[in-house]
């Protein structure tokens, strides 16, 4: 099991900024990947960015957002610049291990509005 603690949402105007925060814990030699999926109101949950083998964006974040993690892979961040009343979600935190197993935090609401 991977345990999964998000922090950093809430409430900013547009062209804000925040930074999201991910801790992992339990059997976190196994992760192979973490990242960052949102969903927005009425929407279905969206990839924004990933670093395993490679780091993934979704197009709508690129040049906005930058996800990273600590050396042993224990955290995963994402620095949101540039925020749009789009961007309104719940973000979710999420590790893959290297038996393919998902792993979901409990989410934290970013919400953009002046």
């Known amino acids: 099991q991977v345990h999964l603690v998000e922090s950093g949402g809430g409430l900013v105007q547009p062209g804000g900024s925040l930074k999201l925060s991910c801790a992992a814990s339990?059997?976190?030699?196994?992760?192979?990947?973490m990242g960052w999926y949102r969903q927005p109101p009425g929407k279905q949950r969206e990839l924004v960015a990933s670093?395993?083998?490679?780091?993934d964006y979704a197009d709508s974040v690129k040049g906005r957002f930058a996800v990273s993690t600590n050396g042993a892979r224990t955290s995963v961040y994402l620095q949101m610049n540039d925020l749009q009343p789009e961007d309104t979600a719940v973000y979710y935190c999420?590790?893959?291990?290297?038996?393919?197993?998902?792993?979901w935090g409990q989410g934290t609401q970013v919400t953009i509005a002046s």
């Open positions: 339990g059997r976190i030699f196994s992760i192979s990947s």
């Open positions: 670093v395993g083998e490679t780091t």
């Open positions: 999420h590790a893959q291990t290297l038996f393919r197993d998902d792993y």
